[in-house]
């Protein structure tokens, strides 16, 4: 019985630890430690939101391409920018039902002014973007706008 | 010859990105327009009386992000249209894309939310692509100077959609108060978030 609690126990912390990871809420200065990431693999960083259309379209994409890349030396992050106050409400309903397993943080910073310069100087403030970079081979490149399955494939290709 | 297809193809290309990324900055002159209000009537910014400028509002009926900021646009016309600067919202988005968009839906916005300021339809995206808005909602606050429409700020209402409480960057009232006092503008353009214009598919 003590054993099975335990187990209990440790499965629901799991699931919570889970679920906590899955959406971590970041500032200014967590931002800035991935794009400083040393690791020596390729960075695909999605800037989405759960009201932006074109962004939950794509999304799958990337869902997909973790699965394929897990272990491969390819690290995809998805960072939201839904509103604080609809993590609870918009986001996780959003994630879970369309069971997205890949790394997703949320934004809270909401001085986009303050940071947007820092992932890329041509970045205009629309979504979806991404940003694809390897600091230890010193790649990078910023893409302006959304993507097909077969343009994120082909620039992962190209930039790994 | 072929060196000259090549070059002038490489121009085209250039030019398409060029007009593609240009966007109206501080300093800039900008465009008039006639555009259709949701009365049915034809309006250029020269035709609205005793103005000084205009705050010129991209903006749409289904952004998520123009709703957080439906009460602040208003809250703008409120307090600046009698100092000589009216709100002029325009919706940009193609309706075949975006159907809540559609130009019946912008009368019923209009009705519900009461809108006090002129919206119009900018249904061939011409003043959309002139102005280089990229998102709703995307504001350009104009000042009228020698009879130009003299560019003062673009960008963002403030610093967090989300909250207007929590708001400490009004940088749409700044520059109006900067400019009603005669002083230069000190944020003159920021970075606007929100729904990525819907552009007619070509």
């Known amino acids: 019985m003590r054993i099975l609690l335990a187990a209990l126990i440790s499965i629901t912390a799991g699931l919570a630890s889970l679920q906590a990871q899955k959406i971590e809420k970041i500032g200014i200065p967590e931002l800035e430690k991935i794009l400083a990431s040393p690791a020596d693999e390729l960075h695909v960083v999605n800037f989405w939101a759960t009201w932006c259309p074109p962004c939950v379209t794509e999304l799958p994409y990337f869902e997909k391409l973790a699965g394929e890349y897990q272990g491969k030396g390819v690290r995809f992050i998805l960072i939201s920018l839904d509103f ?12 879970e039902k369309n069971k997205i397993s890949a790394e ?17 100087e041509g970045w205009q403030g629309n979504i979806p973007v991404t940003l694809f970079f390897n600091n230890a081979t010193k790649k990078r490149y910023f893409h ?3 993507l097909t399955e077969k343009e994120l494939r082909d620039l992962i290709t190209k930039h790994k | 010859m072929k060196k000259y297809l090549f070059i002038s193809l490489a121009a085209l290309m250039m030019a398409g990105l060029l007009s593609a990324q240009s966007q109206y900055k501080a300093g ?14 034809f309006v250029s910014l020269a035709d609205i009386n005793d103005t000084d400028g205009f705050i010129v509002a991209f903006w749409c009926n289904t952004c998520p992000v123009v709703k957080k900021y439906d009460k602040r646009l208003q809250d703008l016309h409120a307090k600046y249209a009698s100092k000589g600067y009216p709100v002029v919202a325009i919706n940009p988005n193609d309706p075949a894309v975006s159907p809540g968009d559609s130009y019946d839906k912008m009368k019923e916005t209009a009705s519900k939310l009461d809108y006090k300021f002129e919206y119009l339809f900018d249904e061939t995206q011409e003043v959309a692509r002139k102005y280089g808005a990229t ?3 995307h504001i350009y606050i104009l000042s009228w100077k020698d009879g130009k429409l003299v560019v003062d700020y673009v960008g963002a209402i403030d610093n967090n959609a989300d909250d207007a409480s929590a708001a400490d960057k009004k940088y749409a009232e700044d520059a109006l108060n900067s400019i009603l006092k005669g002083q230069a503008v000190s944020v003159a353009g920021t970075k606007a978030v929100g729904c990525g214009i819907k552009w007619k598919k070509s």
């Open chain 1, 104 to 120: 997703v943080k949320v934004m809270t910073n909401l001085d986009y002014n303050s940071w947007i310069e820092k992932v890329d």
């Open chain 2, 135 to 137: 998102n709703t909602p």
């Open chain 1, 144 to 146: 302006p706008s959304e």
């Open chain 2, 28 to 41: 800039d002159i900008a465009s008039d327009f006639k555009l259709k209000n949701v009365k049915g009537e």
């Open chain 1, 84 to 95: 604080p106050s609809q993590i609870e409400t918009k986001l996780i309903p959003f994630l």
